[in-house]
């Protein structure tokens, strides 16, 4: 288990089909919203990223939908940091509808820099603020073995 951030938040009319049900696509937002939330409580908004010429690009997604949610549902999400290493990130989330888990999902990252080509985030001074995110994940790896 990686480092982990719980966000609510209501379902709108317009993130519904003509079913009544969640569009499938708008779970990849809720990741979004997911990963930004987390970032912000661990004081490392995406703005500090960007404002150091650094990007962190999707290079994969996937979403295992369990049950569906539909208008005005109040969820959950948590977003968890599977990986966090100089290059690349990995992400996991579950999203619930109570105790009930909707959806599932995961996505895996690489920083780039301003030409859009990966790069090592220890060459930016953001690092340091990252690096104890690595060093506590690492421990809480260490512990749960």
């Given at each position: 288990m990686g480092l982990s951030s719980k966000t609510s938040f209501r379902v709108r009319y317009s993130e519904t089909d003509q079913?009544?049900?969640?569009?499938?696509?708008?779970?990849?937002?809720?990741?979004?919203?997911?990963?930004?939330?987390?970032?912000?409580?661990?004081?490392?908004?995406?703005?500090?990223?960007?404002?150091?010429?650094?990007g962190l690009a999707v290079i994969e997604a996937s979403c295992r939908y369990r049950k569906p949610s539909r208008y005005d549902d109040q969820l959950v999400i948590i977003t968890e940091i599977d990986q966090l290493t100089a290059r690349a990130a990995n992400f996991s989330y579950r999203v619930y509808l109570e105790e009930t888990l909707l959806a599932e999902g995961k996505t895996v990252h690489v920083f780039i820099n301003q030409e859009g080509r990966p790069t090592d985030v220890r060459r930016y001074a953001i690092w340091s603020l990252l690096e104890p995110i690595l060093e506590q994940q690492k421990l809480q790896r260490s512990l749960s073995i």
């Open positions: 079913m009544g049900i969640v569009y499938h696509a708008n779970y990849f937002v809720w990741f979004e919203v997911g990963r930004s939330e987390l970032f912000r409580e661990l004081n490392l908004p995406y703005t500090q990223f960007e404002e150091q010429g650094i």
